[in-house]
Nanobody
Framework: QVQLVESGGGLVQAGGSLTLSCVAS????????MGWYRQGPGKQRELVAG???????SYRDSVKGRFTINKDNAKNTVYLQMNNLKPDDTDVYYC??????????????WGQGTQVTVSS
């Protein structure tokens, strides 16, 4: 059984910083990609940042230059460093992973979500 456990959300003033962490645990054969999504009330879940197994990163335009995604392969952990936070960044942030528990079988897993609130 694979689990993704997030931590690091909270309340911060505009211009402040937060770092989210997500640990993937369980019987993992191959961790392919990890990423962070966010979703607000009545909105679709949207990709914030992603990182591939070889370290390539991608970001949505609104967070480029402010957010940084990185990972620790040895710990199956992905981080999202969020700087210069804005009220529009307020959402529930979800960790996502595409991985294989056996060779050739890829599934997508989600964390439980962590609330990020940015006050103006």
């Amino acid at each position: 059984q694979v689990q993704l456990v997030e931590s690091g959300g909270g309340l911060v003033q505009a211009g402040g910083s937060l770092t989210l962490s997500c640990v993937a645990s369980g019987s993992i054969f191959n961790l392919l990609t990890m990423g962070w999504y966010r979703q607000g009330p009545g909105k679709q879940r949207e990709l914030v940042a992603g990182i591939s197994s070889d370290g390539r990163t991608s970001y949505r335009d609104s967070v480029k230059g402010r957010f940084t995604i990185n990972k620790d392969n040895a710990k199956n952990t992905v981080y999202l460093q969020m700087n210069n936070l804005k009220p529009d960044d307020t959402d529930v942030y979800y960790c996502n992973a595409e991985l294989q528990v056996i060779p050739g079988l890829t599934n997508t897993y989600w964390g439980q979500g962590t609330q990020v609130t940015v006050s103006s």
